[in-house]
């Protein structure tokens, strides 16, 4: 095998290293990317002027507009109802506090489609140096999540109520048996002609 060698200020650089190196960065990035694209949740980033700089496929899909259309512009430009104004000022925290931030909100879809329930987190992105350069988001649709968990409370509390309504016509048979014997004992001493 032959091997190239480069003269750099101080040593030799195998340019097979390099090759290697470049391949498996590329090899890396490439694999970073499907695995973004293919995640059934939203992700999604901003630059400091919160312009979208990155969003995969569940965002594409959701908003129903492409990438090539969201990239570089506002969310609010972007995607006119389906972004609340909350969501810009919780992204607007995680950039002056440097803090991850949960968040769960109802969003309003432009399609008419049922006003879903993202759940997620927003986080500070920084460059190399550790400087504030965006935020980066990752929601998921909990809608379907929540509306179980409202049947479940509902279930619970008519289960309490029905226990509650078991309790009373309990109280009430054990009292019935004395309202009977008391109301018999009365009207064996009830004279017949006696109209009162």
Do not use: W
Not at 27 to 36: D, K, Q, Y
Not at 78 to 102: K, M, Q
Request: proline share 4%; net charge negative.
């Amino acid at each position: 095998m032959y091997i190239v060698t480069q003269v750099r200020s101080g040593g030799c650089t195998d340019i097979d290293d390099v090759k290697h190196a470049k391949q498996a960065l590329r090899a890396s990035r490439t694999l970073l990317e499907t695995v973004i694209d293919s995640a059934p949740s939203l992700i999604y980033a901003y630059d400091r002027q919160f312009r979208f700089t990155l969003v995969n496929g569940a965002v594409e899909r959701f908003v129903g507009r492409s990438r090539h259309d969201l990239l570089g512009r506002s969310p609010a430009d972007a995607l006119a109802s389906t972004h609340s104004p909350s969501h810009r000022a919780v992204n607007e925290r995680v950039l002056r506090t440097g803090e991850a931030e949960f968040v769960e909100r109802v969003v309003e879809c432009r399609d008419g489609r049922v006003a879903p329930t993202l759940a997620g987190c927003n986080v500070p992105l920084r460059d190399e140096r550790g400087v504030m350069v965006g935020v980066a988001g990752i929601e998921s649709d909990v809608t379907d999540a929540r509306r179980l968990a409202a049947e479940v409370l509902q279930a619970r509390k008519m289960e309490s109520i029905g226990g509650l309504a078991g309790g009373v016509a309990h109280d009430f048979n054990n009292q019935l048996p004395v309202i009977l014997g008391q109301s018999e004992s009365a009207l064996e001493q009830f004279d017949g002609a006696d109209p009162a």
